[in-house]
């Protein structure tokens, strides 16, 4: 029987090398030069730092762009509230991976709801979806990338 799983994942490579592009940007632009402004890395958490707002919504476009560059979905960044003191301004962005719960069950109800003759289940951080026809598979991963999702979704394990 056919199947695939939906995932939400990004390859932990491409986010380091991302963020050191947009340290090495950081150190070679002009307006930064003098300033304490930073990126601070750690697995899943990258923490902007910098000494004014405005210099975290520039490091912030910078970050995007790196992350647009390096082929990586720019809407696993979870952003954090800014706070600052007198001497800094930080802002924490999370790097979102896995599908949760509430995101799960919105899936597999849309899934669902196309009328389609697949299966859908969670199976602890992904959906798998499963189906006599491959064209059937085939329109519930057209249907889920037209989706108004504000998560990157991928498809692995196709099984034919």
């Given at each position: 029987m056919p199947s695939f799983d939906v995932v939400s994942e990004i390859d932990k490579h491409e986010l380091a090398n991302a963020v050191d592009q947009a340290v090495r940007e950081l150190?070679?632009?002009f307006d930064f030069k003098g300033t304490k402004a930073r990126f601070e890395h750690d697995d899943k958490l990258i923490t902007l730092v910098a000494e004014s707002e405005f210099q975290t919504r520039q490091m912030l476009d910078i970050l995007h762009g790196k992350f647009a560059k390096r082929g990586l979905d720019i809407n696993c960044?979870?952003?954090g509230q800014v706070a600052s003191n007198v001497a800094e301004t930080r802002q924490p962005v999370t790097v979102r991976e896995g599908i949760d719960k509430d995101l799960a069950r919105k899936l597999v109800k849309q899934i669902k709801d196309s009328k389609l003759k697949v299966q859908a289940q969670v199976q602890q951080e992904q959906v798998r979806v499963s189906g006599?026809?491959?064209?059937d598979l085939q329109k519930v991963m057209a249907l889920l990338r037209e989706a108004d999702?504000?998560?990157p979704l991928q498809f692995t394990n196709f099984r034919d």
């Open positions: 150190g070679q632009r960044l979870e952003l006599k026809n491959r064209d999702i504000d998560y």
